[in-house]
């Protein structure tokens, strides 16, 4: 029996709840929409365990939350100094989001929400806003001297500041397409790899190759765990380099 693979269908969208329609376009409640519930109900769940005793010995799961809360914390604080806490709690969430979602991504048969771009966009773009928003009540006007380099000869200015505002505006397009595309890229390889293994284990004589794309799949997997990881903990700490802008704008 032949075996075929279509490493893109694991990423559709389907709806499980019309919501109506606006012309032709149907607004429905989707399997990313109700990943993205499940991941908050996750979070929440693990922090209100985590934090519920408060006891001097934690527990594991106390432990955990800490371990979680204190990286992020450090983090933070290596990029934005003290003034940067009051965005802990905003870093902290995005950081257990892309997580949590990246591992559901992981789950057999699961869908990998964060293999959309337009949820990591939305994602980034709440990030350069939030950025944006503090960096003008804070310093008003003052905060688009982040465009003006220092010391830098006027007649220099004509050029290098279009090139400023373009590398801005790019920061919250190369955030989202740095996770969108690594996870991406990973769930399709992953997808490619079991279809050699399912195709070789139907091919007859063929078959004793089929431990070599197996043993591929199982480090590719371990890989994708790592990235899963890495690509949430890349998605904090970029987040707040760029909070750094809004508390200290000047070059």
């Known amino acids: 029996m032949a075996v075929s693979v279509d490493p893109i269908h694991q990423f559709e969208l389907k709806p499980l709840v019309s919501l109506g329609h606006i012309g032709n376009q149907e607004i429905a409640f989707t399997q990313s929409a109700l990943y993205m519930f499940a991941a908050v109900g996750v979070i929440a769940l693990i922090t209100i365990v985590a934090t519920s005793s408060r006891s001097v010995v934690p527990s594991r799961m106390q432990s955990l939350a800490e371990i979680f809360y204190e990286f992020i914390a450090d983090t933070l604080h290596q990029a934005t100094g003290d003034e940067g806490k009051r965005f802990l709690p905003l870093v902290f969430s995005l950081f257990m989001f892309v997580l949590v979602l990246n ?5 057999p048969y699961a869908f990998a929400v964060t293999s959309h771009l337009i949820i990591t966009f939305g994602l980034a773009a709440l990030v350069i806003g939030v950025v944006i928003g503090y960096g003008v009540m804070k310093h008003g006007s003052h905060f688009f001297g982040l465009f003006v380099p220092s010391g830098v000869p006027k007649p220099l200015l004509a050029i290098l500041v279009p090139i400023e505002i373009i590398s801005f505006v790019s920061r919250p397009i190369s955030l989202s397409v740095r996770l969108f595309a ?14 050699f293994v399912a195709a070789l284990l139907s091919a007859g004589a063929w078959s004793v190759l089929s431990p070599l794309p197996l043993a591929l799949t199982i480090a590719l997997t371990a890989l994708e765990f790592l990235v899963a990881a890495l690509q949430a903990y890349v998605f904090a700490t970029l987040t707040a380099i760029y909070l750094n802008d809004a508390l200290h704008p000047g070059h």
């Open 182 to 195: 690594n996870v991406l890229a990973g769930h399709i390889a992953m997808k490619i790899f079991a279809f």
């Open 103 to 107: 591992l559901f991504g992981m789950i």
